[in-house]
């Protein structure tokens, strides 16, 4: 079974330097599929045959033959490739080089626990560059020349998403959002600076670049101030730009799974796992909120105890699946009964509470005739009989007594006959 997500296939080249302590490692935990090439001959012929996850090579091959795989590699349309160059200690310093051709991973030789962690941080960069591929980006400068240079480096690079603008106008009235903003300092009617302003305001997350031939300090201080993200001096050398670019646009994909993933903690917390209505702590919150206001400003509010009639017969009739479906569309039809304003939760098991904020018990009787009708309805839709049984409560002493209150009409309702949802002064059937 492999430990990798996004990597099938591994080509690797060896030549002065053999991979066979990292070949023996990864085998070892995964199932990555290896091919070899011995010569240059067989590497190019494999090369052009499959699609690979990531390559593989030494840095002895030198300079002029990793510039043509690089090149060819681009030539094959596989641009979400991953290079690994193999280095020597001595040839750090020569890094850059290497950088200019659009390798950004490098292993120094024999370091094999590195190495596999290395093969790990590759498995997740090559996500985040699929990911980042489909984000859209716009570029704006009044010169349709440095619009084409640019949009031509990111073809290269097979990034596609692209819209060009040279007015600022056309921009800043789009309503479609960008993920990445380009922006030229010097524009037609304004300023690059004013632009990237109101693009920020508008857009809390999105990546903003200014780019510009201008050089003063005080400039590129002006632009990072007003929330731009990063700054780039014409002309722009292409390693540096996409490295630029692919690293804040992979921090911009990753906040937004931050948030995401937030989001669903949060929801999480105050929501029940198999209705999505709000959870029992949650309702408590919220009533202890209603209660201080009632304290402060005596604002009622009232509440609906309900429970399922029947429940473990229809359990043990239908089964439980069957049991936790009429849950959940009994939670759909609670929603489609009250007002916007009011609250409904899962209070445990089959038991329902609706909070009614800024209303007299006697005023939810709208509420309980939308709940009959929905009854109702949902029976005919499951063929089988569901039925609620309900106390209404109105805030008067405190929440214990709130509570108690409403779970007593309940009991009643039940002791009663069921079907029905009682007040201490009326009952209500259902």
């Known amino acids: 079974m492999s430990s990798f997500k996004n990597i099938e296939k591994i080509l690797i080249y060896q030549c002065e330097?053999?991979?066979?302590?990292?070949?023996?490692?990864?085998?070892?935990?995964?199932?990555?599929?290896?091919?070899?090439?011995?010569?240059?001959?067989?590497?190019l012929d494999k090369l052009l045959t499959l699609e690979y996850d990531f390559i593989?090579?030494?840095?002895?091959?030198?300079?002029?033959?990793?510039?043509?795989?690089?090149?060819?590699?681009?030539?094959?349309?596989?641009?979400?490739?991953?290079?690994?160059?193999?280095?020597?200690?001595?040839?750090?310093?020569?890094?850059?080089?290497?950088?200019?051709?659009?390798?950004?991973?490098?292993?120094?030789?024999y370091n094999t626990d590195f190495f596999f962690e290395m093969i790990h941080r590759m498995d997740k960069e090559k996500f985040y560059k699929k990911k980042f591929l489909e984000l859209n980006i716009a570029i704006l400068d009044d010169d349709n020349l440095q619009l084409r240079i640019i949009k031509d480096m990111l073809n290269r690079n097979n990034i596609v998403n692209v819209d060009l603008f040279n007015h600022p106008r056309g921009l800043l009235e789009t309503e479609k959002k960008y993920d990445v903003y380009l922006v030229d300092l010097i524009l037609p009617d304004t300023t690059g600076e004013t632009v990237m302003f109101e693009i920020r305001k508008r857009n809390e997350l999105s990546v903003i670049i200014g780019i510009s031939s201008v050089q003063e300090k005080s400039i590129i201080a002006k632009v990072l101030s007003i929330g731009a993200d990063d700054y780039i001096i014409k002309p722009v050398s292409e390693a540096v730009f996409m490295r630029k670019l692919y690293l804040f646009g992979k921090n911009l994909i990753i906040k937004r799974e931050n948030e995401e993933h937030t989001r669903k903690l949060e929801k999480l917390a105050i929501r029940d796992g198999l209705t999505d209505l709000y959870n029992h702590r949650y309702v408590q919150e919220?009533?202890?909120?209603?209660?201080?206001?009632?304290?402060?400003?005596?604002?009622?509010?009232?509440?609906?105890?309900?429970?399922?009639?029947?429940?473990?017969?229809?359990?043990?009739?239908?089964?439980?699946?069957?049991?936790?479906?009429?849950?959940k569309e009994i939670s759909k039809k609670l929603l489609k009964s009250v007002r916007?304003?009011?609250?409904?939760?899962?209070?445990?098991?089959?038991?329902?509470?609706?909070?009614?904020?800024?209303?007299?018990?006697?005023?939810?009787?709208?509420?309980?005739?939308?709940?009959?009708?929905?009854?109702?309805?949902?029976?005919?839709?499951?063929?089988?009989?569901?039925?609620?049984?309900?106390g209404i409560s109105q805030i008067r002493v405190d929440l214990d007594t709130l509570i108690k209150e409403a779970d007593e009409m309940l009991y009643k309702a039940k002791r009663e006959g069921k079907n029905k949802i009682i007040c201490k002064d009326y009952t209500l059937p259902i």
């Open 286 to 327: 919220i009533l202890i909120n209603l209660f201080e206001t009632y304290k402060r400003y005596g604002i009622s509010f009232s509440v609906i105890m309900l429970d399922v009639d029947n429940f473990k017969m229809i359990n043990d009739k239908y089964g439980h699946p069957f049991g936790d479906k009429v849950l």
């Open 340 to 390: 916007t304003a009011d609250i409904v939760g899962r209070y445990g098991g089959e038991e329902f509470i609706i909070v009614t904020p800024e209303t007299k018990k006697e005023d939810c009787l709208t509420i309980v005739k939308r709940i009959e009708e929905n009854m109702k309805e949902l029976s005919s839709e499951l063929s089988v009989n569901v039925t609620l049984s309900g």
């Open 17 to 43: 330097y053999k991979y066979e302590k990292e070949i023996e490692i990864l085998k070892k935990i995964s199932d990555l599929e290896f091919y070899i090439a011995c010569s240059e001959e067989e590497f």
């Open 56 to 109: 593989i090579f030494d840095i002895s091959l030198g300079k002029e033959k990793i510039q043509t795989i690089t090149r060819l590699m681009q030539d094959t349309g596989n641009h979400n490739f991953n290079i690994l160059l193999t280095i020597r200690n001595s040839v750090l310093d020569e890094i850059h080089e290497y950088f200019n051709y659009g390798i950004t991973n490098f292993y120094e030789r």
